[in-house]
Every structure is written in C-alpha cells, then in structure tokens.
C-alpha cells in the first residue's frame, strides 16, 4: 500500500533534483520508493524525459495541457506534458539521424 503523502514528498524531491540536475537529492529515499510505486516511477521517467528534452531542445516548451485548471495532482501534469515533450524530441531525434 502506498501512502500518497509519501509520493507527493518523493515527487517534490526528485521534482526539484532533476530541475536542477543535482545530485544532493535524498536519493536513496527516492529510488527506494520508486521501487515500490508504479506511479512515481512513471512519474520521475516523464520529469526526466522532459528535463532532458529541454537541455537539449532549448526552444521546446511542454504546452500548456486542455486539463481543467482544478485538477489538483500537478505531478500528472508532469507526466503528461513528459509524454508530448518525450515524444517530440525521440522525434527530432529519430530525424536528425
Ligand atoms: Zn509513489
């Protein structure tokens, strides 16, 4: 069973860390539950996907997503705009070869 307390904290850090290509992130911690959570693990998958799309597409934004502004679980937002973002760039990448 997990506790989504957990997984909103574990999101912030990995969130955070990836940002800012740290790695004085808790890690351990992350990983540990990344192990353990299906969710989370998609979740970090998309944010790093994303993170990694932008450093190497500099002008590619994630759009803004036709979601209602209420929907409350930002880490989705993540790992959908993850998703387009990660699509266009293996896209470009795929192209560019
Ligand atoms: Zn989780």
């Not at 999101?11 to 990344?34: G, P, Q, W």
């Not at 192990?35 to 759009?63: F, M, T």
């Amino acid at each position: 069973v997990v506790d989504r307390q957990e997984c909103e904290r574990i999101r912030e850090l990995f969130t955070a860390a990836i940002d800012r290509a740290s790695s004085e992130i808790e890690e351990a911690s992350v990983r540990r539950h990344l192990r353990s959570c299906a969710e989370c693990a998609e979740a970090y998958d998309a944010h790093r996907a994303v993170a990694r799309g932008l450093a190497q597409q500099p002008l590619v934004r994630p759009r803004s997503h036709p979601l209602p502004p209420h929907v409350r679980f930002r880490s989705q937002l993540y790992a959908v705009a993850g998703l387009a973002v990660a699509g266009g760039a293996v896209a470009l990448v795929v192209l560019a070869r």
